[in-house]
């Protein structure tokens, strides 16, 4: 199983990024999709869900900011990441989830916003 995590970098506050996910070795329409972060001295986070019905879900401080979409046919789930703010600054890390449970994680890509 891999999960191939892209996308991240160094934005300005206010600006945007766009994170990919690309899964390899499980079924991937059948997964709940997840994006998770873990900024230093804090815990993982999830920042955003999408089951392989469509429904998403999203942590409170990145509501109407963020859009977690996936492509199933590219086996890929996607973070759309705007009106970013110096808080955002983490290792974003995408999750294949059953049963409400990370089963799988990728290996992380650091987001930095400047302020």
């Known amino acids: 199983v891999q999960l191939q995590a892209s996308g991240g970098g160094l934005a300005q506050a206010g600006g945007s990024l766009r994170l990919s996910c690309k899964a390899r070795?499980?079924?991937?329409?059948?997964?709940?999709m997840g994006w998770y972060r873990q900024a230093p001295g804090n815990e993982r986070e999830l920042v955003a869900i999408?089951?392989?019905?469509?429904?998403?879900n999203y942590a409170d401080s990145v509501k109407g900011r963020f859009t977690i979409t996936r492509d199933n046919a590219r086996r890929t789930v996607y973070l759309q990441m705007n009106s970013l703010n110096p808080e955002d600054t983490a290792v974003y890390y995408c999750?294949?989830?059953?049963?409400?449970?990370?089963?799988?994680w990728g290996q992380g890509t650091q987001v930095t916003v400047s302020s």
């Open positions: 070795g499980i079924n991937f329409g059948i997964y709940t």
């Open positions: 999750s294949a989830v059953t049963s409400g449970k990370p089963r799988y």
């Open positions: 999408r089951s392989s019905g469509g429904i998403s």
